[in-house]
């Protein structure tokens, strides 16, 4: 079946630094979602991307969405502890099923002050 | 504001034992999920309903029910609980889209974290 595959599973990190995780797919995707879950809480959503080679940033969260739409990152520039999480890609299958994502198995992202 | 609820944030139960894990979403939303997160695995998804009374399979289904009786409940049921079955459990809930460009965020509850003895 469709696979979703994300790397590192964890990073550790001094404040500063910068940070990527990557996520790569088995078969082509229609779009791919990043989340972010806090210490204790639940998964919240950041970021969709669509289009093959798309780029979008949230301030210092650079993602994008490779050419061939089976891979993506996401970049952290001068993290901080605000940052500390884990990060979950998640991606939607060229079906056009409604609505189920397949979750990569996250990056938990340290920062060290 | 969107608002997943889950009817417990903690749960220990023993082997053998029925239980119920309840989520109720106020989105309206035509899509709801059931997932279990375990370290290093990720989020696995056990279920899910596109509809009322609509259910499918996910990847890890086996010692698991759901029922939809409403468009904003879905219930996951442990029909005798295992100890491999000790987890947190996520609710989730989304629009429902054929179009692959609009955006099908998912809205998580806060989850449940159960623990089978």
């Known amino acids: 079946g469709q696979q979703v595959m994300q790397i590192p599973q964890y990073q550790h990190v001094q404040e500063g630094e910068d940070f990527t995780t990557y996520c790569n797919s088995s078969t082509t995707l229609s779009n791919i979602q990043w989340y972010k879950q806090r210490p204790g809480g639940h998964p919240v959503f950041l970021i969709q991307l669509v289009k093959s080679g798309e780029v979008k940033k949230q301030k210092r969260l650079t993602f994008q969405f490779g050419e061939a739409k089976k891979n993506s990152s996401l970049h952290i520039t001068a993290t901080q502890t605000t940052d500390v999480g884990t990060y979950f890609c998640a991606g939607s299958g060229s079906s056009g099923n409604t609505g189920k994502l397949i979750f990569g198995q996250g990056t938990t992202l340290q920062v060290k002050p | 504001d969107v608002k997943v609820t889950q009817s417990s944030r903690y749960l220990v139960k023993r082997t053998g034992e029925k239980v119920f894990l309840e989520c109720v979403q106020d989105?309206?939303?035509?899509?709801m999920f059931w997932y279990r997160q375990d370290p290093g695995l990720g989020l696995r998804l056990i279920y899910f309903s596109y509809d009322v009374k609509m259910k499918e399979k996910g990847d890890i289904p086996e010692g698991y029910s759901v029922s939809r009786e409403k468009k904003e409940r879905f219930s996951l049921i442990l029909e005798s609980a295992s100890t491999n079955q000790t987890s947190m459990y996520l609710c989730?809930?989304?629009?429902?889209?054929?179009?692959?460009?609009?955006?099908?965020?998912?809205?998580f509850g806060p989850g449940t974290r159960l623990l089978v003895l």
């Open positions: 989730a809930s989304s629009l429902y889209s054929l179009s692959r460009g609009q955006k099908k965020t998912q809205y």
């Open positions: 989105m309206d939303h035509e899509n």
